[in-house]
Nanobody, 132 residues
Framework: QVHVVESGGGLVQAGGSLRLSCTAS????????VGWFRQAPGKEREGVSC????????YYADSVKGRFTISRDNAKNTVYLQMNSLKPEDTAVYYC?????????????????????????WGQGTQVTVSS
């Protein structure tokens, strides 16, 4: 059974930083992709960032490029989303999603990894609130 758990959300002032963590367990494959998505009230869930373990490729939405950084700690089975220079418009519930991949799948974050349909396993979300 695969479990995906996010943590690290909270309340921060504009210009501040938060680090979200995503831990996935139960994968039978060493190759995977992890995506971060967010959903603000009244809006659709949107892709924020993606990391593919096999080739190390990453993706960032234009709205967060240069401010957010996705990284991983293999020893802890954890993927992080470092969020700097936060803005009120970053306020949303942030979701981590994980997808096991075939070892010969590359550049997942260039395609399916950017969309909700590219992930089978989802966490329950963590609230990020940025005050102005």
């Amino acid at each position: 059974q695969v479990h995906v758990v996010e943590s690290g959300g909270g309340l921060v002032q504009a210009g501040g930083s938060l680090r979200l963590s995503c831990t996935a367990s139960g994968f039978s494959s060493d190759s995977y992709a992890v995506g971060w998505f967010r959903q603000a009230p009244g809006k659709e869930r949107e892709g924020v960032s993606c990391l593919s373990s096999g080739d190390g490729s990453t993706y960032y939405a234009d709205s967060v490029k240069g401010r957010f950084t996705i990284s991983r700690d293999n020893a802890k089975n954890t993927v992080y989303l470092q969020m700097n220079s936060l803005k009120p418009e970053d306020t949303a519930v942030y979701y981590c999603a994980a997808q096991p991949l075939h070892p010969q799948v590359y550049y997942y974050c260039s395609g399916y990894g950017r969309s909700r349909s590219g992930y089978e396993w989802w966490g329950q979300g963590t609230q990020v609130t940025v005050s102005s």
